[in-house]
Every structure is written in C-alpha cells, then in structure tokens.
C-alpha cells in the first residue's frame, strides 16, 4: 500500500476464489471471513502491527492453517487486495 491508505487484513481458515474486478484482483478466501482493521499506513511506507499470542487453539487441535489477504483502500485509488499468504499455528506442546 501507499502512505494515506487504510489497510485491513482479513483472513479464513479455508481458501476460495471469488473475482472482484472492481477490486483489481481475486480474494483468495473461502467464507467465512473475519476482517481486521490495521490502521492507517504512515509517511514512512511501513505499518509495523503486532498481534498478542493466542493461549489455547482447542482440545485435541495441534494446529490450524489460517489464509490471509490484505485489503487497501483510499480516496483517490479505491479499494483494492493485496497478495494472499499463509501462516501456521501450532500448539505450544508441539
């Protein structure tokens, strides 16, 4: 994203594939999708977050795969996806 823009990052634990023309590419996310509002990009071009660690995934779970897919938005381009990724987590007894 640019400084100015407003970034969300939402995310699904399954994957899918819809087309938003408008939105100048694919979200890449199966439903249902929790979104997450980041902040505002900085003059400086870095939005550095952090997110605090999650205590317990669940009885008998060892790990969840979770997609995730940024979201940028502004006045002047509109709003628009960033590229997908993809992160692990595992238990802590693993």
Known sequence: GA????VFVDYSGLQGFLHFPDFRGPLVLGFPVV???????PPSGTLVKTTPPIDDLGVGVDGVTLYLQSVYASAAGGIYL???????LLDASL
């Open 35 to 41: 979104t997450l509002f980041q902040g505002a990009i």
């Open 82 to 88: 960033g590229a997908p990724s993809t992160t692990v």
């Open 3 to 6: 400084p100015g823009e407003l």
